[in-house]
């Protein structure tokens, strides 16, 4: 669901949540409960559209049990809790889009730090070639402010480099000859002779995005949990409402 209608949607919800309730209070008699409902149904409304699309991809979901909660609540005469239950759903997936929207940003800042190119040396020669063309064994210059495009270890003198990106580290690392250098590092210091130890694809930096990039696209243990059982939620949350109104419980 995109951001700018959860937005209105939780706002519709909200407007009709404060609307019943002065209407209950102040207006004339039997006001609040279509007002309630109608701020319930834009919300039900895009539910339903959100699991049809979900079921079409074979995922259900905790939405039906959402969906079926205000479904039920508009039908046996409870608009208010509809309302509230609307309100919840919307102010949920704004949570969520906004959660998404963060992850997106910094997984778009992490992907900017990676190095395209390298200075490798061929002879006395320098020549700029793509982070592909790297392999263990080439000597490649790391200026100052430059990302580090692979992992390696200092030639000729000690690599002041910064480490925050990866560790967290706020303070500079100094990492003298023959130590590791992580590839994503920035160097921080004067220009210094890296010896190639890995390839590109195989280096720390593209490592950690990898990982990140596979935690965005699953889904946490926990939600997978509920999704898997989420049919049975939705049995047992249903079998009361299917219920004859006499019957207890």
């Not at 070639?129 to 992992?151: F, K, T």
């Not at 160097?187 to 002779?193: I, K, N, Q, R, Y």
Request: charged letters at 15%.
């Amino acid at each position: 669901m995109k951001q700018q209608t959860t937005y209105l949607l939780l706002g519709l919800a909200l407007l009709g949540l404060v609307a019943g309730l002065l209407a209950a209070w102040l207006g004339p008699a039997g006001w609040a409960g279509p007002i309630w409902a109608a701020a319930t149904l834009p919300v039900l409304g895009a539910l339903l559209v959100q699991i049809w699309t979900s079921l079409r991809r074979g995922d259900v979901g905790l939405d039906v049990v959402a969906a079926l909660s205000m479904s039920a609540a508009l039908v046996f005469g409870e608009p208010l809790a509809g309302n509230v239950v609307a309100l919840m759903y919307a102010g949920g997936q704004l949570l969520e889009s906004y959660a998404q929207g963060r992850a997106q940003r910094e997984m778009t800042a992490l992907l900017g730090r990676i190095a395209r190119t390298a200075m490798r040396f061929e002879g006395e020669h320098l020549v700029e070639v793509p982070i592909e063309a790297v392999a263990p064994g080439d000597h490649l210059l790391i200026r100052q402010g430059e990302v580090v495009p692979v992992d390696g270890s200092p030639l000729d003198g000690d690599a002041v480099l910064d480490v925050s990106a990866l560790t967290g580290e706020a303070n500079p690392a100094r990492v003298a000859p023959g130590g590791e250098v992580m590839s994503g590092s920035t160097s921080l210091g004067p220009a210094f002779t890296l010896l190639a130890t890995s390839l590109a694809r195989d280096s720390t930096y593209a490592g950690i995005v990898r990982m990140v990039e596979a935690a965005q696209r699953s889904k946490p243990p926990m939600v997978r949990i509920a999704d898997r059982y989420a049919i049975w939620f939705l049995v047992l949350t249903g079998s009361p409402i299917a219920m004859p109104s006499g019957s207890s419980c």
